[in-house]
């Protein structure tokens, strides 16, 4: 039974990045997924880079996604030279589009919000739109530029990362599912995965929307309890899935050099060669743990295409798929210490887990090596919902 200094369940994004800042301090690290690594939701995911909030809920995201997003261009360059693999990173921005009869007064409302938390967006003409990108369909009533977006492809950009780990020192181990965390006298020692025990002084928790499923989680605010699975339904971290569906086209016509994205979906490109590949999405289905293709999700994604970009329903469909987001009862991250001992929980980043990973791993290398973080995390205490239950009045920040 080989010890650890730190395990890291969880191969996604979220993980993989985790676990290389953590190797790259000279820590022993494994990587446990339940299947091969970054399959989940980052496989699934449209890769926009964009710190701009899509629902109130999400505006205290903002300063984090703005924070890695400035540390993307760093991040992309060293896990691209660590690999020696390409991640499709671009920086050309964002044009935002609206439709409706309120358009221009939508447009003011958009620009005042973005201002006010630090995000240089500015209104764009419709013609100067045009011009940017000839795809945009002539149903368009308002547009917005947000030059400082960019995208990545998360598919290679997983390849990456999990490349780049690997090369630190990171141990990788999938087809590996984690049913139990250890613990003992107040502190988790590691975890019970496939039948055999794995030790280590610090364990990462970073299963996405499969993390409220493992068992062992204390319970913070009520002494000796662990996460209930019975009729009450109370886990001790709090996710679940939310079905994303996606498509993937190929194109012959106008291209597209900069993410198109409206109230109801959006429009990513990939690369340059032509024809050109592109994906478009998706849907905000509380679905469970399903993850069919549905013929109600694809005309959703289709009848946004064709409103955004008529010339792209000539396109060829090349693949569809969807994912599980890892949502939380107020849509913000699980971040920060557990509820016992060598337990940091970084789960439960929603619909910005790719945007999110560069600062997410920083802040959990600060934790496990410094015991302090750059940025102020409480918000996003993995503990809230317990203790918010329990009636606990205990500051969030304390540590069991």
């Known amino acids: 039974m080989a010890s650890q200094d ?7 994004i979220i993980g993989s990045a985790i676990a290389l800042r953590l190797a790259q ?17 980052s496989w699934a995911a449209a890769g926009m880079l964009s710190p701009a909030p899509d629902s109130p809920s999400s505006i205290p ?11 993307y261009p760093k991040f992309i360059a060293e896990i691209e030279e ?22 221009e007064r939508e447009l003011s409302t958009l620009v005042a919000l973005h201002h006010g938390l630090g995000l240089p967006t500015e209104p764009l003409a419709l013609e100067e739109a045009r011009e940017m990108e000839p795809a945009l369909g002539r149903e368009a009533r308002a547009t917005a530029f947000l030059p400082y977006e960019a995208s990545v492809d998360p598919r290679a950009l997983m390849g990456a990362v999990l490349g780049a780990a690997r090369s630190a020192g990171v141990e990788i181990r999938p087809q590996t599912r984690v049913t139990r965390l250890l613990t003992k006298s107040g502190r988790c020692g590691g975890v019970l995965a496939a039948g055999e025990n794995f030790v280590a002084g610090e364990t990462i928790l970073a299963a996405g929307a499969f993390s409220g499923r493992i068992l062992g989680i204390p319970v913070s605010g009520v ?6 699975h019975g009729k009450d339904g109370a886990a001790a971290v709090e996710t679940r899935p939310i079905r994303g569906q996606m498509v993937a086209l190929r194109s012959a016509g106008p291209k597209l050099r900069r993410v198109l994205r409206c109230e109801r979906g959006y429009i990513v490109p990939r ?14 289905e509380d679905a469970g743990f ?19 970009a008529p010339s792209l329903g000539a396109a060829e469909i090349v693949e569809t798929w969807s994912g599980l ?26 619909r910005n887990g790719i945007l999110l990973a560069p600062i997410t791993a920083q802040l959990v290398r600060e934790w496990i090596t410094e015991q302090r973080v750059s940025m102020d995390w409480e918000i996003f205490n993995p503990q809230r919902f317990a203790r918010a239950r329990s009636g606990n009045d205990e500051p969030l920040g304390a540590r069991a």
């Open 6 to 12: 730190v395990i890291v369940v969880g191969g996604g």
């Open 25 to 41: 301090e000279k820590l022993r690290v494994l990587l446990l997924d339940q299947q091969e690594p970054g399959r989940e939701a």
């Open 61 to 71: 995201l903002v300063p984090f996604g703005r924070a890695s997003l400035n540390l």
């Open 82 to 103: 660590l690999s020696g693999q390409t991640s499709g990173y671009r920086s050309e921005g964002t044009i935002e589009v609206m439709f409706s009869a309120e358009a």
């Open 223 to 228: 002494p000796g309890a662990t996460a209930s």
């Open 271 to 284: 690369g340059d060669s032509m024809p050109q590949h592109l994906v478009a999405g998706s849907t905000l």
């Open 290 to 308: 399903d993850k069919r293709v549905t013929p109600h999700g694809l005309e959703q994604i289709f009848s946004t295409i064709q409103e955004m």
């Open 325 to 350: 987001r890892p949502d939380t009862p107020d849509h913000l991250p699980l971040l920060g210490p557990g509820a016992c001992l060598g337990l940091t929980v970084a789960t439960g980043h929603y």
